[in-house]
């Protein structure tokens, strides 16, 4: 399994990559493959402020449907419009091209529920 040492990740295996006050976010690795094959990105919050831990979007894969959960708070500037014809993206490219929304945060946000890429491992047993 791939978890890139350089990323920050949540307990709903979703990962971050901050830049400034840009963080990108997606879903790990380990998410994709307990998904499987992801046919459906449903993503209606950007312009919207929200709260870490609120929904900003779901996952569909053939067999279920998984909320996608903010890891910090801050407001939604981009969803990634390749994963409109490419749900794909998420099964093969996790970490790049696969990447879902981006978020500018405010330079003081909390960023305490983030773990690293040993922490993470951990959690998965």
Partial sequence: MNTPAELKYTKDHEWVRI????????????AQGELGDIVFVDVDTVDDELSSGDVFGSVEAV????DLYMPVSGMVTEFNSALEDQPELLNTDPYGE????????????????????????????
């Fill in 19 to 30: 830049e400034g006050n840009t963080c990108t976010i997606g879903i790990t690795d380990f």
């Fill in 98 to 125: 696969g990447w879902i929304i981006k978020v500018q945060i405010d330079g003081d946000a909390d960023q305490s529920s983030l773990i690293t890429a040993e922490e993470y491992q951990a959690t998965l047993g």
């Fill in 63 to 66: 067999k279920t449907v998984s």
